[in-house]
């Protein structure tokens, strides 16, 4: 069976040109413009790797990227980006990107990366590795039946312990991944917010918490 590979991107003249193009190189190939669509398309068949554009209308492609990871979907991601500086590139791979390519790009470095990102993936079946459903356009997380709205930097936090759970996460990973390149976050703003999602996990039944690593940072179990 042919590789499967997942373009979310809203431009709809370069999402026609990437699907087909890989469509020729003998790709089985989806197009979805914003994170929504792309969610739900996924689970109606999971792709092999993603290709995704950060600048999304309807979500930051970072926070789909988080999303995916949360629901336990280890799928390679590669961000199409048109911003090149390295703290950009950066906060991609801490969201839990693999590559980017910058816009504009040549097709054949795109496919290059694809084949490559494929050669090191062993993607399995996807496992809902904690129980909590993170949605990137309502920017909300969900557990079982119940829901519970999440501020942008709730939402990146709890994204980047979402996506690595049962793993410490420092300080500053956490700073990296829910703060633009270069902010300055104390350690009392970091505990503030992270007081303020253990409240809203609490109000969801059988949602993991987050348990403070003493000296370290916080995990996710």
């Known amino acids: 069976m042919n590789r499967f590979v997942h373009v979310v991107e809203d431009d709809e003249e370069l999402r026609d040109v990437i699907v087909r193009g890989l469509s020729e190189e003998g790709f089985d190939v989806a197009g979805s413009d914003g994170a929504q669509t792309a969610l739900e398309r996924h689970a109606e068949r999971p792709a092999d790797v993603f290709v995704i554009d950060i600048g999304l209308g309807d979500a930051d492609g970072r926070d789909l990227c988080q999303a995916l990871r949360a629901r336990g979907i280890r799928a390679p991601v590669l ?13 991609g791979f801490r969201a839990g990107g693999d590559d980017y390519v910058t816009k504009p790009f040549a097709f054949s470095e795109l496919i290059a990366r694809l084949h490559a990102l494929l050669r090191r993936a062993d993607t399995g ?3 809902d590795a904690s129980a909590l459903q993170l949605d990137p356009t309502a920017r909300t997380v969900h557990c079982g039946e119940k829901s519970v709205e999440l501020t942008q930097t709730e939402y990146r936090i709890l994204g980047a312990l979402a996506g690595r759970p049962g793993e410490t996460l420092r300080r500053g990973e956490i700073v990296g991944a829910a703060w633009p390149p270069g902010a300055m976050v104390s350690e009392n703003t970091i505990d503030a917010y992270i007081a303020r999602l253990r ?22 179990r």
């Open 79 to 91: 961000f199409l980006t048109a911003l090149d500086a390295t703290p950009d590139r950066i906060s």
């Open 125 to 127: 079946p996807p496992v």
């Open 199 to 220: 409240r809203k996990l609490r109000s969801l039944p059988g949602a993991p918490q987050i348990v403070t690593a003493r000296g370290v940072g916080y995990v996710l």
